[in-house]
């Protein structure tokens, strides 16, 4: 299965548990993803590329997220999906869908870090340019 095909199962799946948690009966979110599926081919392409850069960078960077890590952010999800709190956790007690976050907050841990470090080699760069100069 392709890269592409499994960020494609992973929007449908985002968009019908969007869907259902907002009370939408399971054949109109069958419709709606269906009627969505060429927005969500190319959104999953995309999606893919950036993946594809992204997990490099933290394979390179070494960033771990770890199954703590991943049930504290679905603890945290389920506290605030309010009255759908069961649909919330049913939705995390299948595990493609905690790899998928597992997954997710690896790939923002790798921004995070990388934006940190950009930002403090900036501020760096600024302090040690002369006053009055543009350090660009």
Do not use: H
Request: net charge negative; glycine share 4%; charged share 30%.
């Amino acid at each position: 299965e392709s890269l592409i095909a499994r960020e494609q199962q992973a929007l449908e799946a985002e968009m019908a548990a969007t869907l259902e948690a907002g009370g939408l009966p399971n054949e109109q979110v069958a419709e709606q993803v269906r009627a969505n599926s060429e927005e969500l081919k190319a959104r999953a392409e995309k999606r893919a590329r950036n993946a594809l850069i992204i997990d490099a960078l933290a394979d390179q960077e070494n960033v771990e997220v770890g199954d703590e890590e991943v049930a504290d952010r679905i603890a945290a999800m389920v506290t605030r999906s309010g009255r759908q709190r069961e649909q919330m956790a049913g939705l995390y007690s299948r595990e493609e869908n905690r790899t998928a976050l597992k997954r997710s907050m690896r790939r923002e841990k790798t921004l995070d870090l990388l934006l940190n470090r950009a930002q403090s080699e900036s501020e760096s760069v600024a302090t040690q340019a002369p006053s009055g100069s543009n350090p660009l």
